[in-house]
């Protein structure tokens, strides 16, 4: 059974950092990332990782500030988030997709989500 599990979300000034940690339940998933989505509105790739060669992409608006890593040995991706502004608020959900990153710019069909965890920041 497909498993996703967030961590790390909270509330944070303007500013400030967070680290999300998904942790996932089988290793061959083509790429691994984070998406996040506002109510009533489409989700949003953020970031990233193709399992095959560690190739990493990003959103143009998370460039400089969001950082996605992986560890292959614990089944785990990170994503550092620095520089956090309130428009970064919202729900970010761990993906995962058995083809492709495609899903980071293109509202297509992702395969896996978890369930999501609130990241708030104030200004």
């Known amino acids: 059974q497909v498993q996703l599990v967030e961590s790390g979300g909270g509330s944070v000034q303007a500013g400030g950092s967070l680290r999300l940690s998904c942790a996932h339940s089988?290793?061959?998933?083509?790429?691994l990332g984070w998406f996040r989505q506002r109510p009533l509105e489409d989700r949003e790739g953020v970031a990233a990782?193709?399992?095959?060669?560690?190739?990493?992409f990003y959103a143009d608006f998370v460039k400089g500030r969001f950082t996605i890593s992986r560890d292959s040995a614990k089944n785990t991706v990170y994503l550092q988030m620095d520089n956090l502004s309130p428009e970064d608020s919202a729900i970010y959900y761990c993906a995962a997709d058995m083809t492709s990153c495609a899903w980071l710019n293109q509202l297509v069909q992702l395969d896996y989500w978890g369930q999501g965890t609130q990241v708030t920041v104030s200004s």
């Open positions: 089988w290793a061959g998933y083509a790429c």
């Open positions: 990782i193709s399992t095959g060669d560690g190739s990493t």
